[in-house]
């Protein structure tokens, strides 16, 4: 089984014509580096099924990926929060009205090294470690030891959604590192023993995942919204899909497409919403 992963550093904002060939055998997918594990093997299993259709799937975070799909650089953008009333209104400009699916449910995952002791937070004390009020694990319960954060990107849509749900719209501590891409986190947690981060739940291997106000971000948690930072992923098109987007957005919906959902660590949406997202594509 193959499928092509292509990375892209960065995306021209400048306008690009919208893609006309809507029955082409290859489409480009771009954005959500949430989204990339379940993105890739989504397109790796369609494209067994369809011999000479070509899905080729990008990162880069979510703001990238919008922008990519509001100027017709791609064919769809994978994001991790919903489009933004600006990038709405951009895109409305430009004469494009975009086409919002959701394709999973994923809880943010606070990550910390699993040398650390400390096994959950409330989102008071997250709160107060990721704006700097809180500097020394010991003020959690934990080792007297100083705190290093991570973060992810600002284009990221799991930093925004982030800083909404989690710090209440404060800004990050001035000192908190910005990585790119929740691996990236990770496996900067994985080495550092007083280190913290947050990302996508499928992305913390090799870390310690903390209880959040005692609960544990889980597919039952996530999807009954019992987690606090639960959410929707979503991929966008420029109206509603055809050819072989529409074909692979399907796919995705289907009871395979969520059950690999699954299989990369997401939670697959309850089975009405997915039948009504896929009645949306009709």
Known sequence: MKYLVMLLAAVTLAAVPAPSAFAQEKITVQGSDTLLKMAALEAAAFMEKRPGKIIQVTGGGSGTGI??????????????????P???????????????????????????????????????????????????????????????RYSRENNSGTYLHFKEHALAKENFAPDCQNLPGTASV??????????????????????????????????????????PISRRLYQYTLGR?????????????????QALAARAGYVPLPEAESRNAAAALE
């Open 186 to 227: 990770v496996n900067a947690v994985s080495r550092d023993h007083r280190a913290i981060g947050f990302g996508g739940l499928p992305y913390g291997e090799g870390v310690k995942i903390l209880e959040l106000e005692g609960i544990t971000p889980s597919p039952e948690t996530i999807a009954s919204g019992r987690y």
């Open 241 to 257: 899909p055809r050819g072989l987007a529409r074909e692979f957005i399907l796919f995705e919906l289907t009871a395979e497409g």
């Open 67 to 84: 922008a990519a799909i509001i100027n017709g650089a791609v064919d769809i953008a994978n994001a991790s929060r919903p489009m933004k």
């Open 86 to 148: 600006r990038e709405q209104k951009m895109a409305s400009a430009r004469g494009y009205e975009v086409f919002e699916t959701p394709v999973a449910l994923d809880g943010i995952a606070i990550f910390v090294n699993r040398a650390n002791p400390v096994r959950s937070l409330t989102l008071a004390q997250a709160r107060g470690i990721f704006t700097g009020r809180i500097n020394n694990w010991r003020q959690v319960g934990g080792q007297d030891t100083p705190i290093t």
